[in-house]
């Protein structure tokens, strides 16, 4: 029987540990990456071959999302966020987009109406005062950038849990996923929508939202990396299939846990 030869890898092996520490270097990931992130470990777990570079994107990307796997099981519903002072709110509070600050997009109020589509039994279209009228919540929490920075700030709206209940969601569904005045669009995990801290704001620091913070509405949840966190909305829609988000289709983590 003649000798198999092995498969010649091209790839620089060493950069490729680098990005997957990256991947698993997230405080809610540091536990199950101790354990796992060695290239033969993380190979197995995936069932990929490094033996190209396509092969080696495939590997990086089932990483990912083994990864979002594992921080799905690591959430807990009832764990909350810490919270802090108004002493403690930083200030100002930074401006972050895929663009510059001169292009943050203008929604007019007058004339807003929030869509609701999918699983839900209510698709009726909200005013801005319609939303104004729900049960109000406030939180002061810190936003964690994916960058490495981060910032706590004072956000006011309705629990989102408390809005889904009104329009009819379906809440064994999988996701909820969010479009934006900006292109933007996003998705979350069901149980990260149900979370108590989990608001659809409207104000930020008892002021009306600012365009540049969202306005007229964002999604500010607290156990998420700012990215899930989508800023003017304008239509929210709960759905079994997977709905991805503007980073996630360009390699980030789905999940984003904080």
């Known amino acids: 029987m003649k000798p198999v ?3 010649r890898v091209s790839v620089d092996r060493e950069s490729l540990i680098i990005d997957v520490r990256r991947e698993l270097d997230m405080p809610s990931r540091r ?3 101790k354990r796992i ?3 033969g470990g993380l190979a197995m777990l995936t069932g990929c071959s490094l033996s190209d570079d396509k092969s080696v994107e495939t590997f990086l990307t089932r990483v990912s999302r083994l990864n ?3 921080q799905g099981w690591l959430f807990d519903p009832n764990r909350l966020a810490p919270t802090y002072t108004e002493a403690q709110i930083t200030r100002p509070f930074p401006f972050n987009a895929f663009y510059g600050i001169d ?3 203008i929604v007019d109020g007058s004339d807003f109406r929030l869509k609701v ?3 839900v039994r209510n698709t009726k279209t909200w005013s801005l005062p319609e939303l104004y009228a729900l049960p109000k919540a406030e939180q ?3 936003h964690i950038c994916v960058e490495g920075w981060s910032a706590i700030g004072r956000w006011g709206g309705t629990p989102f849990s408390e809005f889904l209940k009104r329009v009819g969601a379906d809440t064994s569904a999988k996701y909820v996923g969010f479009r934006c005045a900006d292109d933007y669009y996003e998705s979350i995990d069901m149980p990260t929508a149900l979370h108590s801290q989990t608001l659809l704001t409207f104000t930020f620091d008892g002021q009306q939202l600012p365009p540049k913070y969202g306005y007229p509405i964002k999604l500010r949840m607290p156990t998420k990396l700012g990215y899930k966190n989508p800023k003017h909305i304008m239509e929210i829609f709960v ?3 997977f709905p991805g988000g503007y980073w996630v289709d360009q390699g980030y983590n789905w999940f984003g846990g904080s």
Request: no cysteine; aromatic share 4%; proline share 8%.
């Open 239 to 241: 759905t079994n299939k």
């Open 5 to 7: 030869k092995p498969n």
């Open 68 to 70: 979002d796997t594992v």
């Open 37 to 39: 992130v060695t290239l």
């Open 31 to 33: 536990l199950f990456g």
């Open 103 to 105: 292009d943050v997009p």
């Open 140 to 142: 002061i929490t810190r």
């Open 117 to 119: 589509s999918g699983l």
